[in-house]
C-alpha cells in the first residue's frame, strides 16, 4: 500500500496552461505539504496544511492554489503555467505534536515539464 | 533566517566511510534529520536525531551532533554501491507546524 500517493507522476505542458497535482495519504496524518524540488535538486516548501487548514504560505505567487478537501488530500494547481514552474513537486504528510518526531513522509514526487 | 547548508559532492570507494557534513541556524530545532533520495524517487528518512543527544547510531549509519557549532554529520560505514544517492539534511523549525527546512543535498557517489 503506498503511504502518499500523487498524480499524475509526469505532466508536460505548454506556458500559459492550467494544470493540476493530486495528493492522497493514506497514513492518518493530520498535516500534508507541497514542496518544490528544482533542477539543481534543492527543496523548498510552498504550503502546508494541518487538517484542512493552511497553516504555511511561503511566498509562492498566486498562480499555485492548494486545495485540501479533507486531511488526507491535498492537491495543488497551477494557473498560467510558466517556464520556471518546470519542477519537480512533491507531496507529504506528517504527525505534528508535541513529543512526536515529526518526520516527513514523502510522495515519489510529480515532475512538471513546461514548454 | 533559517538556512542549512552541505557540501554538493562526496566520491568514496566501495567499503570505505563515508561522512557528510551539514551546518544550520535555527538552534531551537527540536529535531535533525537524514533523509535519502534515489533517483527518480522521493525522500526518505534515514535516521533523526533529537537535539538533547550529541550522538545516536543505527547500524551502519553514525549521527554526530555538534549544538554549540550547529553542525550535523551522518557517518555512513562500509559504503556499498546501494548507497549512492542524495542525501539530504533538514531541521525542524520551531512553532510545532511540522515545517522542515532542507539543504541542497550532497550527491554520494560510491564506486567500485
Known amino acids: 500500500d503506498t503511504a502518499v500517493s500523487q498524480t499524475p507522476k509526469y505532466l508536460v505542458t505548454q506556458m500559459g496552461n492550467d494544470k493540476s497535482i493530486k495528493c492522497e495519504q493514506n497514513?492518518?496524518?493530520?498535516?500534508m505539504y507541497w514542496y518544490k524540488q528544482d533542477s539543481k535538486k534543492f527543496l523548498k516548501i510552498m504550503f502546508s496544511y494541518n487538517n484542512k487548514e493552511l497553516i504555511i504560505n511561503e511566498t509562492v505567487p498566486n498562480r499555485f492554489s492548494p486545495k485540501s478537501p479533507d486531511k488526507a488530500h491535498l492537491n495543488l494547481h497551477i494557473n498560467s503555467l510558466e517556464l520556471g514552474d518546470s519542477a519537480v513537486y512533491f507531496c507529504?504528510?506528517?504527525?505534528?505534536?508535541?513529543?512526536?518526531?515529526?518526520?516527513?513522509?514523502f510522495g515519489e514526487g510529480s515532475r512538471l515539464t513546461v514548454l | 533566517g533559517e538556512d542549512v547548508e552541505q557540501s554538493l559532492f562526496l566520491s568514496v570507494r566501495e567499503g570505505d566511510s563515508s561522512v557528510i557534513n551539514c551546518t544550520y541556524t535555527d538552534s531551537s530545532s527540536t529535531y535533525l534529520y537524514w533523509y535519502k533520495q534515489e533517483p527518480g524517487a522521493g525522500l526518505q528518512l534515514l535516521t533523526y536525531?533529537?537535539?538533547?543527544?550529541d550522538m545516536k547510531q543505527d547500524q551502519r549509519l553514525t549521527v554526530l551532533l555538534n549544538k554549540k557549532d550547529k553542525h550535523l554529520s551522518l557517518r555512513i560505514a562500509d559504503t556499498q554501491t546501494g548507497d549512492s544517492a542524495i542525501y539530504f539534511c533538514a531541521e525542524s523549525i520551531s512553532g510545532n507546524t511540522g515545517k522542515l527546512i532542507f539543504g541542497q543535498g550532497t550527491t554520494l557517489q560510491v564506486k567500485p
Open positions: 497514513l492518518g496524518h493530520d498535516t
Open positions: 536525531i533529537f537535539s538533547n543527544m
Open positions: 507529504a504528510s506528517s504527525q505534528v505534536g508535541r513529543g512526536l518526531t515529526g518526520e516527513l513522509f
